[in-house]
């Protein structure tokens, strides 16, 4: 998994697509961050196998290695395994409940779970 830092990277990774360091620098909100602790994360991010790159002209072009949904969905996986005791019921009581949905929100879930259901 990616910590908070580097999750704010890689969604910026995930919207360019492919970036320099210069790109993805100036997706940061001032105050940016040092050219360098984007670097170091950089590396954290290509050690776990999330982000690759392409040598061009002896600058790094950086790309995601994982897609967004990818990574949503293993921590989907995680977060309802480690804290709703492995219950998708349970995390999804807990979420329309505490997430406060309204009706038309509600209903749009429940015609997204019936699509779901059809399917199977």
Do not use: C
């Not at 990277?9 to 210069?22: G, P, T, V």
């Not at 040598?55 to 994982?66: A, K, S, T």
């Amino acid at each position: 998994m990616l910590s908070k830092s580097e999750e704010e990277l890689m969604n910026y990774l995930w919207k360019l697509k492919k970036a320099f360091m210069k790109d993805l620098l100036e997706q940061y909100p001032e105050p940016k961050p040092a050219p360098t602790t984007v670097s170091t994360l950089l590396k954290r991010m290509q050690e776990k196998q999330f982000v690759g790159y392409n040598l061009i002209r002896n600058m790094r072009e950086y790309y995601p290695l994982v897609s967004k949904e990818q990574y949503f969905s293993t921590h989907l996986k995680g977060l309802i395994k480690n804290f709703f005791d492995d219950s998708p019921a349970q995390f999804a009581s807990f979420f329309t409940k505490k997430t406060e949905m309204s009706e038309s929100e509600l209903k749009e879930l429940k015609a997204l779970i019936d699509d779901q259901l059809k399917k199977k």
